[in-house]
């Protein structure tokens, strides 16, 4: 299952931008979505989490700020970055694990390519 993001750019401190990524149709069932970033220099880290059921988790770091959700219908999930910070600069990156629409239902584990998201102070 391939995963396609958009929405990196540059942007102020302070500001917002939103972030996707979507699912090729080789995907049967999506349980997880999640966004990972990393930073120059340092390890990919958890930004947030999105279940099925609709259960969230975030990092502390981004909690209040960012907001994930997703489109069982369109195999995306979204990353709604309010209050941009300098530190929030890095490469994002979506993660889907679920089903493949294969005969057998072969598990995936699939990464986005990232998205450089630039926050200027």
């Known amino acids: 299952v391939q995963l396609q993001a958009y929405g990196g750019g540059l942007v102020q401190a302070g500001g917002s931008l939103t972030l996707s990524c979507v699912a090729s149709?080789?995907?049967?069932?999506?349980?997880?979505m999640a966004w990972y970033r990393q930073a120059p220099g340092k390890q990919r880290d958890l930004v947030a989490r999105?279940?099925?059921?609709?259960?969230?988790n975030y990092a502390d770091s981004v909690k209040g700020r960012f907001t994930v959700s997703r489109d069982n219908a369109k195999k995306t999930v979204y990353l709604q970055m309010n209050t941009l910070k300098p530190e929030d600069t890095a490469v994002y990156y979506c993660?889907?694990?679920?089903?493949?629409?294969?005969?057998?239902?072969?598990?995936?584990?699939?990464w986005g390519q990232g998205t450089q998201v630039t926050v200027s102070s």
């Open positions: 149709r080789g995907a049967f069932s999506i349980d997880a």
């Open positions: 993660n889907m694990k679920g089903l493949s629409s294969s005969w057998y239902r072969t598990p995936f584990d699939s």
């Open positions: 999105i279940f099925s059921g609709g259960t969230t």
